[in-house]
């Protein structure tokens, strides 16, 4: 589905500025749709008779009057002769008898969207009447509200030309509104705008209260106290404001944001959205904490393992037997390699690791091991991106296992050479080969049979813990291949 700046620049001829102001007219028309209780839809005309709709919005306050996507559709003049006149007339045009849409009796309006003197779109309210609606005062405030909010939209003051980069994450009417009269006094207050007063510390009604010295003597940082005053005073003033969070002296935290109402040029008050966030805050802390204890945990981890590797390299010091001596060293570099990875975890938020960053980190240590007794190199190839904490170790492990085959038994001493890594990444598997331009296999070699500890290795990890597959062939050209397959779907 194209989006509304692709349908824009296909079939419009519209300025910069003309896209823009749409472009904020639909981020924040969601509250004009639920202050409504309307479906809105945004058309732009096409010719003197043709109007294309462009962008839909749907109320999560009331049932929808457009059920199904209208967005790409068009419509002439004869069908909805309201566009036009909105157009021609530069004013909200009200249809006085409903029709029907699907089988529902829906009511549609029309807001022109004014950008200096001239309208470049027009804004469809559809009402679903099919459930009757008792007045009440939510509904009557919401409704009132919406009018100032629509009559600013073809006045061209709202939205205010600067956006708004916080729109999606600020409070929604559901959340809490709470109407303010042009004094500053409240009129109308929502049931959880209410609660949200009331878990900051605020035991009565909002009625008749003034409202920004009110919050200001509930938050308790002076500063974000005189913050929120001050915006809630320069709503009244015309000035929009963006959105803050601020904490109260009994610790909860309720996010704000005040819009202006001026109708026609003319002071009507101002509404003010809000939103208790208490209880996510705090699980936001508890998972930071969280995140915290982890990441200390896999530095502890990688602390203790090199430890044990520095333990492991001062006993082999003390041997003479080459046996053992070579034993130890395989047991340090694979100590060494999962303690890369818990390094890695340690810096991470997520639980994900870079597996390319590990395997720049292990494949030099692959080479200082291979660099006494033979001249082998070793190149990385492709990318592994990045991958869940419980398959990174497994795989690293498998990694350096392979690669260290490579150099014990693919080549005699001093003997010249190149081990390729190469990896590619779909969104169901990653597949990982190694190749040597070595000696190749001994005949009758099979991976099933061996008694190399390091293979039996990559066989209990590849099966158990990466459930994977792992197949060793020989190559064409000279040398051997080992090749990897992981699965990946699945994985978080």
């Known amino acids: 589905m194209s989006t509304l700046t692709d349908l824009l620049a296909e079939h419009t001829k519209l300025s910069g500025a003309a896209v823009d102001h749409l472009q904020l007219v639909v981020a924040e028309w969601q509250l004009l749709s639920d202050l409504s209780f309307a479906d809105f839809l945004m058309y732009v005309p096409l010719d003197e008779q043709t109007f294309l709709c462009v962008a839909q919005a749907r109320p999560t306050t009331a049932p929808t009057a457009h059920p199904e996507d209208v967005v790409g559709s068009e419509v002439d003049t004869e069908e909805h002769?309201?566009?036009?006149?909105?157009?021609?007339?530069?004013?909200?045009?009200?249809?006085?008898?409903?029709?029907?849409?699907?089988?529902?009796?829906?009511?549609?309006?029309?807001?022109?969207?004014?950008?200096?003197?001239?309208?470049?779109?027009?804004?469809?309210?559809?009402?679903?009447?099919?459930?009757?609606?008792?007045?009440?005062?939510?509904?009557?405030?919401?409704?009132?509200?919406?009018?100032?909010?629509c009559q600013m939209i073809a006045d061209g003051t709202f939205p205010a030309p600067e956006p708004s980069p916080d729109v999606h994450t600020s409070p929604r009417v559901g959340d809490g509104l709470i109407r303010l009269d042009p004094s500053g006094a409240v009129v109308f207050a929502s049931p959880n705008a209410l609660s949200a007063y009331h878990r900051m510390g605020h035991a009565s009604d909002l009625v008749g209260v003034h409202l920004a010295p009110l919050t200001r003597s509930l938050i308790g940082d002076p500063f974000d106290a005189t913050e929120v005053a001050q915006r809630i005073r320069q709503a009244l003033d015309g000035q929009p404001s963006m959105r803050m969070e601020a904490e109260s002296r009994r610790g909860a935290a309720v996010l704000f944001r005040s819009l202006p109402l001026r109708p026609r040029g003319q002071a009507a008050g101002a509404i003010v959205l809000c939103r208790d966030v208490t209880e996510v805050r705090r699980r936001d802390r508890a998972l930071m904490s969280k995140d915290a204890t982890i990441r200390e945990i896999h530095h502890r981890v990688k602390n203790n393992l090199q430890t044990v590797a520095a333990l492991l390299r001062l006993q082999s010091r003390r041997l003479t037997n080459p046996e053992a001596k070579e034993a130890l060293a395989e047991s340090v570099r694979r100590v060494t390699s999962i303690a890369l990875v818990h390094e890695t975890l340690s810096m991470s938020v997520d639980e994900r690791v870079d597996l390319d960053d590990v395997v720049d980190k292990v494949i030099p240590m692959m080479s200082d091991v291979a660099v006494t007794e033979t001249q082998v190199k070793v190149r990385r190839e492709g990318g592994f991106g990045i991958v869940p904490a419980e398959i990174a170790t497994p795989l690293v492990m498998v990694l350096t296992e392979l690669v260290q085959n490579a150099f014990e038994h693919a080549y005699a001493p001093g003997q010249r050479g190149e081990v390729v890594v190469h990896s590619e990444r779909s969104a169901k598997w990653l597949d990982v080969s190694i190749t040597d331009d070595g000696k190749g296999l001994p005949p009758g070699f099979s991976l099933e049979r061996t008694d190399r500890l390091g293979l039996q290795i990559v066989r209990t990890l590849v099966d158990s813990e990466l459930r994977g597959s792992l197949s060793l062939r020989r190559r064409p050209r000279g040398g051997t291949e080992a090749v990897l397959r992981v699965p990946l779907r699945g994985r978080r």
């Open 81 to 149: 002769p309201q566009l036009r006149r909105a157009i021609d007339e530069q004013r909200i045009c009200r249809e006085e008898d409903p029709r029907w849409h699907l089988g529902v009796p829906v009511r549609r309006e029309t807001i022109p969207v004014r950008l200096g003197t001239q309208v470049i779109a027009v804004l469809s309210r559809s009402t679903n009447l099919a459930v009757p609606r008792v007045p009440s005062p939510l509904e009557i405030s919401y409704l009132g509200s919406a009018a100032d909010l």
